[in-house]
């Protein structure tokens, strides 16, 4: 079964429907995890007698129903038999969600390059509905130039070319998200900094600029400049992005990456504190309609 249905897995709600053989297992374990979770739950069954059930423990469970690990089809049709699903239409929508929580994404080719913490963000990316982010000291890896890619990408990175240059194609492959014929709305904040900060040269810097320009005319994209005249602001901190999985039933993931990691606060109100941040970033930050303007005046200034 290439394209299973949210609107199945989710208890017949209706949602917009997936090709997971294009995007990836992320989405299909959370899908398949928070409806476990909700079946255990409305039969009253602990974590810790579940985990019993399919030889494993408490913490097992809570890992399956995050949705952070792949799924064993033999776990999952344990755990529907107790908690007394019986309909075959469900276990068997269910069964193949599992199966396809372990089917590799695209960038599998990438596994030299791709840390296990960056294989999650990457499945989330590549299905959601909408991608909020701010970036304090580069422009967003989805609205990089090749060239600027690969300056970032080279970095404090003692790799050789080999691998930096699988590094930026990945990053190109990413961005293919925009092209789609459904593509998310990606809505961004980038601070005055990162345009100021010349990568590669004026030339290259140049370049990147004007396909910011470019992209911002997109419909599905929206671009904020966060000017240093703003002052102070929530996210000075750092860059945090949030992502929003398809169908409406799966909570909004925060995404904070790190020199050598990511990390995915997933307390709802953490989640929460997150969503008002970036709500006020984008009061404090220029309006849209600006954005051109002032990539034209850095562009001059260069």
Do not use: C
Request: aromatic share 6%; no cysteine; charged share 25%.
């Amino acid at each position: 079964m290439g394209v299973v249905s949210h609107e199945r897995a989710l208890g017949g709600r209706s949602a917009r429907r997936v090709d997971f053989q294009q995007t990836g297992p992320t989405v299909p374990r959370m899908i398949l995890g928070t409806r476990l979770r909700q079946l255990r739950e409305a039969r009253g069954i602990t974590g810790t007698d579940a985990g019993e059930r399919i030889r494993g423990s408490h913490s097992k469970i809570s890992r399956l129903e995050s949705g952070r690990t792949g799924f064993k089809t033999r776990d999952v049709a344990d755990l529907l038999t107790l908690y007394g699903v019986t309909d075959e239409a469900e276990r068997a929508t269910l069964i193949a969600l599992a199966r396809q929580s372990n089917t590799a994404g695209w960038w599998h080719v990438y596994y030299d390059v791709v840390p296990a913490w960056l294989n999650v963000y990457l499945g989330l990316e590549q299905t959601a509905v909408v991608i909020r982010g701010y970036e304090l000291q580069f422009v967003p890896g989805l609205l990089q130039t090749e060239e600027y890619a690969r300056v970032v990408t080279r970095l404090g990175n003692e790799e050789d070319e080999e691998r930096i240059e699988r590094r930026v194609r990945l990053r190109m492959g990413r961005r293919r998200i925009l092209e789609r014929e459904r593509p998310p709305h990606l809505w961004v904040v980038i601070d005055e900094a990162a345009l100021r900060r010349t990568m590669g040269g004026p030339a290259l810097m140049r370049r990147q600029l004007d396909h910011l320009m470019e992209v911002s005319e997109l419909p599905h994209v929206t671009i904020q400049v966060v000017p240093f005249a703003a002052g102070g602001h929530a996210a000075i901190a750092g860059p945090v992005t949030i992502l929003r999985p398809p169908g409406g039933e799966l909570p909004d993931v925060v995404y904070l990456e790190q020199m050598t990691g990511g990390v995915y606060p997933d307390k709802p109100a953490e989640i929460e504190q997150y969503r008002h941040v970036m709500n006020r970033l984008v009061v404090d930050a220029e309006p849209p309609t600006a954005t051109r303007d002032f990539l034209y005046r850095v562009l001059r200034e260069l």
